[in-house]
């Protein structure tokens, strides 16, 4: 079963920027189609963006679409979500795991995630 590790999130403020970064020791994240997902305070888990193996296909949630750039570098066994104009909404735990794409639904365990906090 695939085990992910989240890192990179933080304190920023509104308009600021982020790059959150998964990988996972002694798997090869390029055999899987990886997703980020978050989960705000109160609310459910909830699709971020989710990228093919080959990153042929990307999907993003409405509430992320032009601000959050997912990627993945498999030299570094390692996919990527950039976050820019964030917002007090995108203040949550964000955590990835291996993905169905069409549904951005998660099919791996989770890791521990990673805080990210959107505060002035």
């Known amino acids: 079963q695939l085990q992910t590790v989240e890192s990179g999130g933080g304190l920023v403020q509104p308009g600021g920027s982020l790059r959150l970064s998964c990988t996972a020791p002694g798997f090869t994240l390029a055999n899987y189609a990886i997703g980020w997902f978050r989960q705000a305070p109160g609310k459910e888990r909830e699709g971020v963006s989710c990228i093919t193996s080959r990153g042929g296909v990307i999907k993003y949630a409405d509430s992320v679409k032009g601000r959050f750039t997912i990627s993945r570098d498999s030299a570094k066994n390692t996919v990527y979500l950039q976050m820019n104009s964030l917002n007090a909404e995108d203040t949550a735990i964000y955590y990835c795991?291996?993905?169905?794409?069409?549904?951005?639904?998660?099919?791996?365990?989770w890791g521990q995630g990673t805080q990210v906090t959107v505060s002035s």
């Open positions: 795991a291996s993905c169905a794409v069409a549904t951005m639904s998660a099919l791996s365990a």
